[in-house]
């Protein structure tokens, strides 16, 4: 009887022994909260647009629902010089919310699936004032690795699906006018996330 007993409070401390570090990394690993987000990278344009590929930025604010789940509310921009004139620029600026689901969540290493929807607005620099407008579908595959508790370092690739749709010229008060045809605004690119949690 004696010996069932000490098997059993073995048997109940090797489970402990197993079970509380593993929740102490849980929760230091957690994906429960508010983050910050900050992403610098490259993205490309259609070859239609005559443009070079750019610099681009990102900055987001999320919020982890759960520990596979995080909503992302977002800004990004990119800048493109013109192929055929140097001295000319244009700019491609989007909002996005969606959602990001991560895999082994509890590890510090987890990749990740991202599916946004966004508006986008494309401006040139040539004297018009002309800008673009349109919206679509966003979605990337990543990876991030947990530093520390509260710091991350990570990397996505991503592809945006979507085509102006609408245009605006200076001293037109914003208003925007249908375009008689979509003008196609996919890109994509690769961007190097730095995320506090």
Known sequence: MKTGKIILAMSVFAVLWAIVPAMADDKK??????KLNLG????????SLDLENGGAASLSLGYGVSQS???WLGMNG????????????SKIVGVELGAQYKFRRHEKFRPYGKLNLGTYFFGTEDGTGRVLN????????????RLTSFFSVGAEFYWKDFDYTKQSFEGTDG????????I???TKGIMINFTLH
């Open 29 to 34: 690993n957690s994906n429960v909260g508010l």
């Open 40 to 47: 610098l990278g490259s993205q490309d344009v259609p070859s």
């Open 69 to 71: 789940v995080t909503l």
């Open 78 to 89: 990119s800048n493109h010089i013109h192929e055929l004139d140097k001295d000319r620029e």
């Open 134 to 145: 349109g919206g679509g579908v966003a979605w990337a595959l990543g990876a991030e690795y």
């Open 175 to 182: 208003d925007y006018t249908d375009l008689p045809d979509p």
């Open 184 to 186: 196609t605004g996919n």
